[in-house]
């Protein structure tokens, strides 16, 4: 099954400071990732998708395949960054695939 | 379009009772998921559905059955409610081809059960 692994539950950084939150990936084949976001009290939604290789409110990911990683980063973190972020692999159906989110890491920005 | 609905959007049901969540979306997305959210615990797959007529169980099915008649609609059945049930449920669905799977997500029905 293609698993992903976020290590942290819980990040707090300051206003303005670096921010990145990590998922670590754990299957063969061509791994596929998406981040996703929660603001408080509102449904997920796509922050980024690895095949675009985006900034998306100054968020980037990229996928390091030696590392097996698909770390968000943001060089300057702003309070309304404060949210949940899931690290999540492509819905598809593989024979006795399942679709897993990571735990997701819930960021507090301190202001 | 309104994307992925959910009704409703609080519930509180008494241990034992049932009750159905309903979920639809109007994006012709053949791909719906049912998720639980607990507290601290990440989102956790309950059901998930690749087109109308065919369901298949997640990670966490036990207390919980599906149906999908139609491709807008994921209805999810808790037949005997139990606290352990207390959760955020979120429904979501996704296209089946094309580059982007992005899954789209419905705002959620908060459920307590006491």
């Known amino acids: 099954a293609q698993r992903v692994t976020q290590p942290e539950k819980l990040l707090s950084v300051f206003k303005g400071a670096p921010v990145e939150l990590k998922c670590n990936y754990s299957?063969?084949?061509?791994?596929?990732l998406f981040w996703y976001v929660q603001y408080s009290r509102q449904r997920l939604q796509l922050l980024l998708r690895?095949?675009s290789r985006e900034s998306i409110k100054g968020f980037t990911a990229d996928l390091n395949k030696g590392e097996t990683s698909f770390h968000l980063k943001k060089p300057f973190a702003q309070e309304e960054d404060s949210a949940m972020y899931y690290c999540a692999p492509p819905p598809k159906r593989r024979a006795g695939n399942q679709f897993y989110f990571g735990t997701g890491t819930s960021l507090t920005v301190i202001p | 379009n309104a994307g992925v609905t959910q009704t409703p959007k609080f519930r509180i049901l008494k241990i034992g009772q049932s009750m159905t969540l309903q979920c639809t979306q109007d994006m012709n997305h053949n791909y719906m998921y049912w998720y639980r959210q607990d507290p601290g615990m990440g989102l956790k797959l309950i059901y998930y559905?690749?087109?109308?007529?065919?369901?298949d169980k997640g990670e966490v099915p036990n207390g919980y059955n599906v149906s999908r008649s139609t491709t807008e609609d994921f209805p999810l059945r808790l037949e005997l409610a139990a606290p352990s049930q207390t959760s955020v449920y979120f429904c979501a669905s996704s296209r089946t081809s094309g580059q982007s799977y992005e899954q789209y997500f419905g705002p959620g029905t908060r459920l307590t059960v006491t």
């Open positions: 559905s690749v087109g109308a007529g065919i369901t």
């Open positions: 690895h095949i």
């Open positions: 299957y063969s084949g061509s791994p596929e």
